[in-house]
Structures are given as structure tokens and as C-alpha cells.
């Protein structure tokens, strides 16, 4: 006997003395922008009057069911499991994560060309999330509208008992980049103003808020997240970048102080600062990607104003982040990133130059970081130096891992082929004022 959308009420015989009748509910939709997530149960206890009279309510109750909504999982909590891409030409990067996952004592899950058809950007596809109730949780993996060579993967090769599959397609609307969820994070637990997040904020890039022609993440997409309400969006500007991905100028890493994490951004000023200081040091002719020049893509020289139109930028998303997560200067580190400008049809947008190291893969202390190919100081890297200086004192270890010609090349890196199955919160949704 099913109660459902399709037959609203059933009546159920009443057994007498002692008997118990059990019910099972099942959710099958997530909160949307139409649906808040709550289900009515209305039961009644009926005695018959007679031939011809109504039956009479002895007994009325009501139960109010919430669905679980989907929750993201931050960089801080622990992972399980480890996705990445084989594609014919990046067994070398391959070799590095199953190398650095091996070390941290979690599981690899490789998806082949067969099933990737040379798509090998596992982050843009699929965002890994769970539901959860006080008798049961399990992973639910979200699929991105982007529906490139990657697109078949969520369905048939992560959807299975007790691990959940949910999408959302856009109808009237134009997917652009900004619809690969290397545009969705989620921050680490936060208190604003007194308003607490236990389990994070996500956080989306969209176009300027004043532009006319820039590019959206698709309003069906936003529509979920937003209703999901226990994670509350904030909406950051990264339609100022070719690719327009958030993950390509910010990341989270655990931290044993402040607000038990950081936040990464990354910041040209930081990496000019680098620059400068070598020259100062007489290492000015120093070679900038040793042993890649023949991978080196073609790129006119920044103008002074293009450099601070970037600063502008991450400086706008800088300030939100602060506000919205209530951060801090000394919970945020600048990493030393540089970009350049390519002119595209709807005008200039950046890319970064090399390797772009806030691109990382985080695996509890061990951070999985794109190869800068800086200029060698003294046999090292002085951009590698750099970066181990700001993040070895809070306890992490950083693998720089050679993304150059499989990744870099293509206008991603570490991160954006690689994707992260995390634990849960240890924090219950239902305990949040919704």
C-alpha cells in the first residue's frame, strides 16, 4: 500500500489490542526552489457510526517529515576516497596522485578512457555531497550540467546501493564553464556576526553583479543549492577568467590555530613580490619553466593596468570572503600566482602562467600542489620555497606534482582533475535553525 503523489490517502483496517503497524517513508525528491522539503503525514483513528453515517475521528495525529538535504563536504574533514582520470597522456601525473594517495592511506578510483572518452576534468563533472538522518547517511554524487565526455560516469559508474545520484538540467538556459563544478566549493565551518555555520558556506562564481553579457552558473543549478539552506551560498565574481572556475583563485587547508583552517588566495602581488626579490638577489636571469619550454603556450606581455584590473578582481572576492565568512587578514594566505590576459570574443579574461599552486588537491595534512617550474635558486624552485614557507608551519606537506603538459596546458590543474569523497560532518543538519 503506497501513499504518494499518486493516491493521497489509504485506509488501513485497525487489527485491535496490542497490534503495531509499521510505516516506511521514503524521500524521493531534494528541496528545490518549489519543494521547502517538508512532507504532511496525516493519520486518523475511525470508528464506523452505522449504515449511512460518516465514519467518526476517534484519534487525529500529524507527522512532519523534512528531507535531508544535500550537504557538501569542506576540505577539512577526512577523505575516503580519491577520483582521477587515465588518459593517454598523463600517466606521469597518475603516477604522482596514486603515489601521494598510497602515502596518506586512502583509496583510488582511476575511470578509464573507456568510460572517460578522453574527458579527464573529474572535478568539472561531479561534486560528491551526502544526506543524512539520526538511523542512516550515505554519499549522494551531484552531476554537473556541463555533460562533456565525462558525462556518463556519475550515473553508471558512482550511483549504487546506498551511494545517491541527483542532477539538475538547465532547460532554457546556455551552459557555459561557469556550470563545472570546479565553480562550487564549500568553506570549512564558519561564525559570522554571531551567526553560525557548522557545517560551511558554499560558494559559487558568477559574473559581475552590475554586467550585462558576463557568465552565470545556470539558475537551476543555484536554485538547489540555495534551497538545500544549511550550507548558505555566497556568490563570489570569477567571470573575469577564461575558464571562470573559483577553484582557480581559492582553496581551503587545515590549520591547528584561529579557525582551525586557512584560506588560500591567489595573489600576483605575492608572486611579483618573488620575482622581485631574485632580482635583487642578482638571480635575474634566472630561467623561468627549466626543462618545459618546448610546452610553453604563446602569450603577449600583461600591461600594467591588465596586472591591477587581476588584483581588482581578487581583491573584490577578497573582501566578500572576509564578510561572508568572517575572516580575518591572518586567516588568509597569498600564495604567489601570476596571470596573463588572452583577448576573447566577449573581451580580455585571464589565465595563470604557470602552474596555478591555490589549484591543489587536499588530503588532511598532505597537499597535493601543480609544479610551478619557477626560476631554480640554489637547486630549488624558488616559487616551491615560497609556498612550503607559508604553508609547512601549520603542519602540512606539500607534493608538487607535474601537471604541466596534461593539465596546465589545457587551462587546469591539480584540482581540476582530480575529485575528493570526504567523511561526513560530525554535525547533524536537523540540529541547525532552518
Known amino acids: 500500500m503506497v501513499v504518494g503523489t499518486d493516491m493521497l490517502t489509504e485506509e488501513v483496517p485497525y487489527l485491535g489490542g496490542k497490534t503495531e503497524l509499521a510505516f516506511f517513508v521514503e524521500g524521493l525528491r531534494f528541496p528545490d526552489k518549489d519543494f521547502d522539503g517538508l512532507v504532511t503525514i496525516n493519520l486518523s483513528l475511525l470508528e464506523p457510526c452505522g449504515k449511512g453515517f460518516p465514519e467518526t475521528p476517534i484519534f487525529t495525529d500529524t507527522v512532519v517529515f523534512h528531507i535531508s538535504p544535500w550537504i557538501m563536504t569542506p576540505n577539512t574533514l577526512k577523505p575516503v576516497e580519491v577520483y582521477v582520470c587515465s588518459t593517454n597522456d598523463n600517466y606521469t601525473f597518475l603516477k604522482s596522485i596514486k603515489n601521494l594517495v598510497d602515502k596518506c592511506g586512502y583509496k583510488l578510483k ?17 561534486e560528491f555531497g551526502y544526506i543524512d538522518s539520526p538511523h542512516h547517511q550515505f554519499p549522494v554524487v551531484l552531476d554537473s550540467p556541463r555533460d562533456g565526455d565525462l558525462q556518463d560516469f556519475p550515473y553508471e559508474s558512482i550511483l549504487g546501493p546506498d551511494f545517491g545520484y541527483v542532477t539538475r538540467n538547465a532547460l532554457n538556459e546556455k551552459v557555459s564553464s561557469l556550470d563545472s563544478f570546479g565553480n562550487l566549493e564549500v568553506s570549512p565551518p564558519v561564525t559570522v556576526n554571531g551567526k553560525s555555520y557548522p557545517l560551511g558556506r558554499i560558494i ?14 545556470t539558475q537551476v543549478v543555484q536554485d538547489f543549492l540555495w534551497a538545500q539552506k544549511v550550507q548558505e551560498p555566497i556568490a563570489l565574481y570569477s567571470d573575469w577568467l577564461v575558464v571562470g572556475h573559483v577553484d582557480e583563485f581559492m582553496t581551503f587547508v587545515p590549520a591547528p590555530d584561529r579557525k582551525k583552517f586557512r584560506l588560500l588566495l591567489a595573489s600576483p602581488d605575492a608572486g611579483y613580490k618573488v620575482f622581485k626579490s631574485l632580482q635583487k638577489k642578482g638571480h635575474g636571469e634566472a630561467e623561468m619553466f627549466p626543462g618545459k619550454q618546448s610546452l610553453i603556450f604563446g602569450f603577449k606581455n600583461s600591461s600594467p593596468s591588465t596586472t591591477v584590473h587581476i588584483l581588482n578582481c581578487i581583491d573584490w572576492n577578497r573582501d566578500v570572503l572576509k564578510k561572508e565568512l568572517g575572516l580575518d587578514d591572518e586567516d588568509i594566505i597569498d600564495l604567489p600566482i601570476l596571470f596573463k590576459v588572452l583577448e576573447e570574443k566577449t573581451g580580455p579574461r585571464a589565465v595563470a602562467y604557470y602552474p ?44 608538487f606534482i607535474d601537471d604541466f603538459a596534461p593539465y596546465h596546458k589545457l587551462l587546469g590543474e591539480v584540482h581540476c582533475g582530480s575529485n575528493v569523497l570526504r567523511e561526513r560532518s560530525p554535525f547533524r543538519w536537523w540540529n541547525l535553525e532552518l
Do not use: H
Request: aromatic share 6%; proline share 7%; with cysteine.
Open 204 to 217: 559559487i562564481g558568477v559574473a559581475f553583479p552590475t554586467a550585462t553579457r558576463g557568465r552565470n552558473m
Open 110 to 126: 582511476i575511470c578509464y578512457e573507456y568510460m572517460n572518452r578522453g574527458d579527464r576534468w573529474m572535478q568539472d563533472e561531479l
Open 356 to 399: 596555478d599552486m591555490v589549484n591543489m588537491i587536499v588530503l588532511g595534512d598532505q597537499l597535493g600542489i601543480p609544479k610551478p617550474f619557477g626560476p631554480k635558486v640554489n637547486g630549488r624552485c624558488a616559487l616551491e620555497t615560497e609556498v612550503c614557507s607559508l604553508l609547512e608551519p601549520l603542519g602540512l606537506k606539500c607534493t
